[in-house]
């Protein structure tokens, strides 16, 4: 009989709001735990077992010099490797650094910032090393997130819809707020996942999923300006926490590069 796979579950500059997704799963990772050895997981449990891991799910960004390195060893010892949530996907809300002098912060913040090691930036896990797959979120579904880990161990692509928040307005028969009321939206550039939450209060997307495949954002900018929002504005939208996230990165600077 073969050893179970094994799940290895790794925090870097984040929350951890990601890991606790994968706890409220709660008797679907009972289930889980039934077929797999879960050999790190430090929310979960002291114990950790050495590699190599069949998977790794990595939450957080990369922000020192010592997790610059550390994330090369996990991947080394992982035969797939999986980003979890905004930050380890798009940088996070950290990533708004990147904007400004973070030695600016270090002053600000810390009494004695010489003793401070940080990288100038922020920046998602795929900066630094392959990964496999990325699953958005702020924090993800764990819904997503057990299909991922069911999609892996058993050796098969990932389905998460690839589909725009719009999508799931429509699914639960959301009107959409931009159209009706003129009210400022990502849904129609954002990965679905949420379930369109926001929209289905009367409050915009806040683009919590991060960019969805191919998305137009120069044209949802551009309804937007005709909206009345002003450049200042949109560049905010697009800086938040999945500012590092490519296409929101090209939209946010697209419309002036001063810092925020």
């Known amino acids: 009989m073969t050893d179970k796979p094994k799940l290895a579950v790794w925090k870097f500059a984040s929350c951890d709001g990601c890991q606790l997704s994968l706890l409220d799963c709660e008797d679907e990772l009972l289930a889980v735990a039934d077929h797999i050895t879960i050999a790190n997981f430090p929310e979960a449990?002291?114990?950790?077992?050495?590699?190599?891991?069949?998977?790794?799910?990595?939450?957080?960004?990369?922000?020192?010099?010592?997790?610059?390195?550390?994330?090369?060893?996990?991947?080394?010892?992982?035969?797939?490797?999986?980003?979890?949530?905004a930050c380890a996907t798009a940088g996070?809300?950290?990533?708004?650094?990147?904007?400004?002098?973070?030695?600016?912060?270090?002053?600000?913040?810390?009494?004695?910032?010489e003793y401070i090691s940080t990288l100038d930036t922020s920046t998602p896990i795929s900066a630094h090393v392959n990964v496999d797959f990325?699953?958005?979120?702020?924090?993800?579904?764990?819904?997503?997130l057990?299909?991922?880990?069911?999609?892996?161990?058993?050796?098969?692509?990932?389905?998460?819809?690839?589909?725009?928040?719009?999508?799931?307005?429509?699914?639960?028969?959301?009107?959409?707020?931009?159209?009706a009321h003129g009210t400022h939206c990502m849904g129609p550039v954002t990965q679905a996942?949420?379930?369109a939450i926001c929209p289905a209060y009367n409050r915009g997307c806040y683009g919590c999923y991060g960019p969805m495949e191919t998305?137009?954002?120069?044209?949802?900018?551009?309804?937007?300006?005709?909206?009345?929002?002003?450049?200042?504005?949109?560049r905010r939208m697009f800086r938040t926490?999945?500012?590092?996230?490519?296409?929101?990165?090209?939209?946010?600077?697209?419309?002036?590069?001063?810092?925020?």
């Open 45 to 85: 449990s002291r114990a950790v077992l050495d590699g190599p891991y069949d998977l790794s799910l990595v939450e957080g960004s990369i922000t020192t010099p010592h997790d610059r390195d550390r994330i090369q060893e996990v991947r080394r010892q992982s035969k797939f490797l999986v980003t979890i949530g």
């Open 134 to 144: 990325e699953l958005r979120g702020c924090p993800i579904n764990k819904n997503q």
């Open 215 to 234: 998305p137009n954002t120069s044209s949802l900018a551009a309804w937007m300006h005709d909206l009345g929002v002003s450049a200042d504005e949109l």
């Open 92 to 113: 996070g809300i950290q990533a708004l650094r990147n904007f400004t002098d973070v030695r600016e912060f270090m002053d600000i913040v810390y009494a004695s910032p």
């Open 193 to 195: 996942g949420c379930g």
């Open 241 to 260: 926490y999945n500012s590092e996230a490519p296409e929101f990165r090209h939209e946010g600077d697209r419309h002036g590069r001063e810092n925020i």
């Open 146 to 179: 057990l299909e991922v880990i069911n999609a892996f161990l058993n050796e098969r692509k990932p389905n998460v819809s690839p589909n725009s928040v719009c999508i799931e307005c429509k699914k639960r028969g959301t009107v959409c707020i931009m159209v």
